[in-house]
């Protein structure tokens, strides 16, 4: 189930985030606020972070339970991947059931289990393009770029083969395959200096660059067993959704 999440952070939860701190009962504000320090081993914001905690039984927090969490970050940048800024996202998780005694003892955050589960993430095209050049080696390609436009992103490199070494430009998308939970680049048109490029050589440059992102280096991704849905490729950046 998707939950239905935006990318705006609205007043309500800013005072509704802030009532944590005000929290009368000394353990369970410790257990809100190691949960926030540990839960920054896997996501740091460049930016900001918020967490929101809403109403849970005091006895089910003692226990290691939020009926729901929401996170807020700007800048962020999960472990596993820090090479890539994640401009805006959210996450909702309810029903989340967690480690308490290694919360406290550890400092480490061990979810369990989760309810229902949603996130969106917006990446501009800007930290995309810092993400491809910092992977060069990576991808063995040379000066990697992107350009977004509503629908279509269009991709030049240079490339290196036996037969060839030029610079390549396609369009294309980015799909999301469902079975190894990664995303990859689809080519529709594939040009060497304006010319078409045979199939083989397509085949060859998809093979560099795909995949793009692993979601399951994602350590928090492994905890809270997210999956991703959809890509929605925007004028200037992209848009990720999932559940």
Known sequence: MILDLDLEEKETENVSASLGSLEPNLELREIRT???KALGEYLKADDSMRVLFWPTPAQDILQGK???IDIRFRGGRMQGIEDLAVHRGHVSVRDLKFDVEALKSQK????QSVGDMGFR???EEGDLNAFLEASQKRLNLQYPKVELKDGKMFFVARVRTLFFNSKVRTEGSFQVNRDFQTVDFRASNVSLNSLPVPGFVVGNLLSR???IVKLKKFPLVEQIQIELDEIK???GYIELSGS
């Open 34 to 36: 190691e949960f926030e």
């Open 66 to 68: 939020f009926s729901r």
């Open 108 to 111: 480490k955050l061990l979810i």
């Open 121 to 123: 993430m917006r990446v």
């Open 209 to 211: 660059i795909n995949p």
């Open 233 to 235: 490729i925007q004028q």
